[in-house]
T-cell receptor, first 115, second 114 residues
Framework: NAGVTQTPKFQVLKTGQSMTLQCAQD?????MYWYRQDPGMGLRLIYY???????DKGEVPNGYNVSRLNKREFSLRLESAAPSQTSVYFC??????????????FGQGTRLTVV | AQSVTQLDSQVPVFEEAPVELRCNYS??????LFWYVQYPNQGLQLLLK??????LVKGINGFEAEFNKSQTSFHLRKPSVHISDTAEYFC????????????FGTGTRLTIIP
C-alpha cells in the first residue's frame, strides 16, 4: 500500500519553462490537495479537488493549473515557471468515510527550484 | 474562515526535558484539530487529532494535546523529549462539516539539545 506518490522528487526549471507535477493515491480517497511549503509560512493550499471532476482554488492558485484526471490522480501544472514558485510541493488526500474526519495523508514532496 | 497561529517558530529543548508547543486557532464554525509532524526531508504525518469528547488527546510517540475551547487553543506536549523528536510540528484545523480543507499554522521547529 503506497499511499500518496508524487513524482518527480526534485526538479530544476528555468524561468518560463513549464512542467507538471504528478500525484497518485491508492486509498480510494475522494479529496485531493496540492500545497506548497515555504520557510516561515507553513503549508498553503494551492488547489483542491473534493471529488473526481471537480477542482477549486485554494489560498495561492495564481500561476498554477490542476487536473483531476480520475479518482486516483491529481496533477499540478506550472505553465510558465517563475522564481517565486521555488518551493516544496506536497500532494495530499483525505476522505471522511475512513474515520469520520478529514485526516490527510501526504506524499513525500517535490522540491522545485526555478532559476 | 479559519486560521491557525503557532507563536513559536523555533523551540530548543534539552533531551529528556518536557516541551510544550503552542497552537491557537480561530474559526466561526466548529472545527477538528490536528497536529502533524514533519521529519527532515519527509512529508507530513499525523501525530494526533481532536474530534470531540475528552479534551486530552493522546497521539503517537508519547505526545499529547489538550483542547481548550474557551482559550481556542490546542497545545502539544511531551513530558520527556528524545533526539528523535527533532522535527517541524504543524497545527491544523478543518471544518466539522462541508469542506474538508486543512488550514495549517506556520510550524514550530523543535530542536533537541543533547
Amino acid at each position: 500500500n503506497a499511499g500518496v506518490t508524487q513524482t518527480p522528487k526534485f526538479q530544476v526549471l528555468k524561468t518560463g519553462q513549464s512542467m507538471t507535477l504528478q500525484c497518485a493515491q491508492d486509498m480510494n480517497h475522494n479529496s485531493m490537495y496540492w500545497y506548497r511549503q515555504d520557510p516561515g509560512m507553513g503549508l498553503r493550499l494551492i488547489y483542491y479537488s473534493a471529488s473526481e471532476g471537480t477542482t477549486d482554488k485554494g489560498e495561492v492558485p495564481n500561476g498554477y493549473n490542476v487536473s483531476r484526471l480520475n479518482k486516483r490522480e491529481f496533477s499540478l501544472r506550472l505553465e510558465s515557471a517563475a522564481p517565486s514558485q521555488t518551493s516544496v510541493y506536497f500532494c495530499a488526500s483525505s476522505d471522511v468515510r475512513d474515520t469520520g474526519v478529514p485526516e490527510a495523508f501526504f506524499g513525500q514532496g517535490t522540491r522545485l527550484t526555478v532559476v | 474562515a479559519q486560521s491557525v497561529t503557532q507563536l513559536d517558530s523555533q523551540v530548543p529543548v534539552f533531551e529528556e526535558a518536557p516541551v510544550e508547543l503552542r497552537c491557537n486557532y480561530s474559526s466561526s464554525v466548529s472545527v477538528y484539530l490536528f497536529w502533524y509532524v514533519q521529519y527532515p526531508n519527509q512529508g507530513l504525518q499525523l501525530l494526533l487529532k481532536y474530534l470531540s469528547g475528552s479534551t486530552l488527546v493522546k497521539g503517537i510517540n508519547g505526545f499529547e494535546a489538550e483542547f481548550n475551547k474557551s482559550q481556542t487553543s490546542f497545545h502539544l506536549r511531551k513530558p520527556s523529549v528524545h533526539i528523535s523528536d527533532t522535527a517541524e510540528y504543524f497545527c491544523a484545523v478543518s471544518q466539522t462539516f462541508g469542506n474538508e480543507k486543512l488550514t495549517f499554522g506556520t510550524g514550530t521547529r523543535l530542536t533537541i539539545i543533547p
